[in-house]
């Protein structure tokens, strides 16, 4: 038999979840536009542009995915 405090702990665990999901996402859409713009412009020899382009590039997809995850929930 579950005790009361189970669906508590599960509301809690599910939170925990959803904000470590919002960190990963912003983190790595950013992470991923700067890793590909520094490529990019290194081998285009177009720095910093490339590297601005694709930065704005992430935080638009992280804005986006934060969009659609909270949508969902």
């Not at 809690?12 to 979840?17: E, I, K, V």
């Not at 700067?34 to 290194?42: K, W």
Request: net charge positive; charged share 20%.
């Amino acid at each position: 038999m579950p005790k009361k405090d189970d669906g508590h702990r599960r509301e809690t665990l599910r939170a925990l979840a959803l904000f470590s999901q919002i960190g990963v996402t912003i983190a790595a859409c950013i992470l991923i536009g700067v890793l590909l713009g520094r490529f990019l412009d290194d081998k285009l020899g177009t720095s910093p542009w490339l590297l601005l382009v694709c930065t704005f590039l992430g935080v638009g997809a992280a804005f986006k995915s934060l969009y659609d995850l909270m949508k969902k929930n």
